[in-house]
Structures are given as structure tokens and as C-alpha cells.
């Protein structure tokens, strides 16, 4: 599978292989976050979400980690697929009920058969 | 499953005309927001709006900006006098109440300013 340690703007795998894309996310009182994906000409589609009081979430083929130490954030995805090729976002949101989403650079992931 | 919808999918407008970007969040739901995404860059927020006015705003969001609740299904995004720098995707997005979460957002639209 691939890693990346940091975050990188575009990432390639093989179908199959495991992909982790990495945030970092900036405000200390941000209590949850969010794993957008962006497939071309859509809008962000909700993947999966952790919050702060939790270190690790699973869904189906994707796992969110928080690491409030460092303020980062991961998306596992298991056994890529062509389908899972799109944008991915990270996003924030501080403890005010309300608050606007603040988005992170996002990550190209493009699977190959 | 209910969606956020936004119309038009693409706009072309005159540079200095006005636009009128339209959503229609989904039925329930309470606050809205606006964000827009440069091509190749992370989706910004415009602003939000909660009982029937704005609730936050973001240094983008200046005197060229508007937004509408005009009924009961509706929420819209006017530019007063498009600049070229407004070229970009604008999404909506809502949430059931203020606490609840995710955000869901609609497929954008895409304004082009000539």
C-alpha cells in the first residue's frame, strides 16, 4: 500500500492497494472533522467523520485518525478501487454550534487497474 | 435520499452584471451556507444563514454579496456587479440544526465571468 507522511496534492495507486491521505488541520478549539471526497463536476460528498473525544472511526473500507497532538488527521482506505479515484478534503469545525467548515488542501487520489 | 440541489449547473455572465445563484436545501434542514471553490484550490466559506438571517461571514463575503431566504424552499446568492475574480464554483450546503452534523452539499454551480 501507499503512505504519505505529509501532505501531498496528488497521490497513485493500484487498485487494491491500501491509501492513506494526511491532514493537518489549524484551530485547537476545531472539536470535529470531516473526510469530503470530490468526484468530478460534484460537489463534496460526505465519507466519514470523527470527533475530538475519539481517536479512531471505521466505516465501510475507510478509517479516520485523529492525532490531537500534532493536529492531524488520516483516511485509510482498504483495498482501493478505480472508484474511489476523486479530490478528498479534510475539514474542521470549531465547538460553536453553527460554524462554517474550514476546509484543507485537497488530495487527488487516482487508482489504476 | 434527500439532496441539496442548485441551479443553474452553469452560469456565464458579463462582467458587472448581476447573478442569482439559486439552491433548494433539503426539507428539513435549518442552516444554510454558501461556499465557493476557485478552480484547483479548497473550498472556501462565503457565509451562513439561520433563522432567517446571516449567521456568519467570511472576508469574502463583501457589500457584493447577498443571500435570500425569498419562501420556504429556496435560498439564493446574488452578486451585485460580477468582477472576473468571482469566476469559480459556488456550493450550498445545509444542516438540520445547528448541532447536527454532516454538512451536505449540492453539486454547485459553476459562474464564468467573461
Known amino acids: 500500500g501507499e503512505s504519505v507522511g505529509l501532505h501531498l496534492p496528488t497521490l497513485s495507486v493500484q487498485e487494491g492497494d491500501n491509501s492513506i491521505i494526511n491532514c493537518a488541520y489549524s484551530?485547537?478549539?476545531?472539536?470535529?472533522f470531516i473526510w469530503y471526497k470530490q468526484e468530478s463536476g460534484k460537489g463534496p460528498q460526505f465519507i466519514i467523520d470523527?470527533?475530538?473525544?475519539?481517536d479512531k472511526r471505521q466505516g465501510q473500507r475507510v478509517t479516520v485518525l485523529l492525532n490531537k497532538t500534532v493536529k492531524h488527521l488520516s483516511l485509510q482506505i482498504a483495498a482501493t478501487q478505480p472508484g474511489d479515484s476523486a479530490v478528498y478534503f479534510c475539514?474542521?469545525?470549531?465547538?460553536?454550534?453553527?460554524?462554517?467548515?474550514?476546509f484543507g488542501k485537497g488530495t487527488t487520489l487516482s487508482v489504476s487497474s | 435520499e434527500p439532496e441539496v440541489t442548485q441551479t443553474p449547473s452553469h452560469q456565464v455572465t458579463q462582467m458587472g452584471q448581476e447573478v442569482i445563484l439559486r439552491c433548494v436545501p433539503i426539507?428539513?434542514?435549518?442552516?444554510f451556507y454558501w461556499y465557493r471553490q476557485i478552480l484547483g484550490q479548497k473550498v472556501e466559506f462565503l457565509v451562513s444563514?439561520?433563522?432567517?438571517?446571516?449567521?456568519?461571514k467570511s472576508e469574502i463575503f463583501d457589500d457584493q454579496f447577498s443571500v435570500e431566504r425569498p419562501d420556504g424552499s429556496n435560498f439564493t446568492l446574488k452578486i451585485r456587479s460580477t468582477k472576473l475574480e468571482d469566476s469559480a464554483m459556488y456550493f450550498c450546503?445545509?444542516?438540520?440544526?445547528?448541532?447536527?452534523?454532516?454538512?451536505?452539499f449540492g453539486d454547485g454551480t459553476r459562474l464564468s465571468i467573461l
Open positions: 426539507s428539513n434542514h435549518l442552516y
Open positions: 450546503a445545509s444542516r438540520e440544526t445547528p448541532w447536527s452534523q454532516p454538512q451536505h
Open positions: 475539514a474542521e469545525n470549531r465547538r460553536q454550534a453553527g460554524t462554517a467548515l474550514i
Open positions: 484551530n485547537s478549539a476545531s472539536d470535529y
Open positions: 470523527i470527533r475530538s473525544n475519539m
Open positions: 444563514f439561520y433563522n432567517n438571517e446571516i449567521s456568519e
